[in-house]
Nanobody, 124 residues
Framework: QVHLVESGGGLVQAGDSLRLSCVAS????????MAWWRQAPGTGRIFVAA???????AYEVGVEGRFTLSKDNAKNAAYLQMNDLRPEDTAVYYC??????????????????WGQGTQVTVSS
């Protein structure tokens, strides 16, 4: 059984930083691509960043240069470092993983496993 557990969300001011963590059990980030998505109230789920089994990362244009996605295969954990946070970054952030592929994909339907989400709130 696969579980993804996110942590690290919180309330910060604009310009601050946060690091989100996602720890997986039941699958390996070496063999599975993982991604972060976010959802603000009243909106759909939006792609933020993804990392392949081999460690290549891709980012949504609006976060590129501010967010960095990395992973520790030994700990089966992934980390989203978010710098220079803006009020528009406010959302619930979800960790997701692909069960059968190490390749990045920007469609949420390609990710079989999801965490429960962690709230990030950025005040102006």
């Amino acid at each position: 059984q696969v579980h993804l557990v996110e942590s690290g969300g919180g309330l910060v001011q604009a310009g601050d930083s946060l690091r989100l963590s996602c720890v997986a059990s039941g699958l390996s980030f070496t063999n599975s691509a993982m991604a972060w998505w976010r959802q603000a109230p009243g909106t759909g789920r939006i792609f933020v960043a993804a990392i392949s089994g081999g460690g290549a990362a891709a980012y949504e244009v609006g976060v590129e240069g501010r967010f960095t996605l990395s992973k520790d295969n030994a700990k089966n954990a992934a980390y989203l470092q978010m710098n220079d946070l803006r009020p528009e970054d406010t959302a619930v952030y979800y960790c997701a993983a692909r069960g059968g592929s190490a390749d990045i994909n920007v469609f949420d339907s390609k990710y079989e496993y999801w965490g429960q989400g962690t709230q990030v709130t950025v005040s102006s």
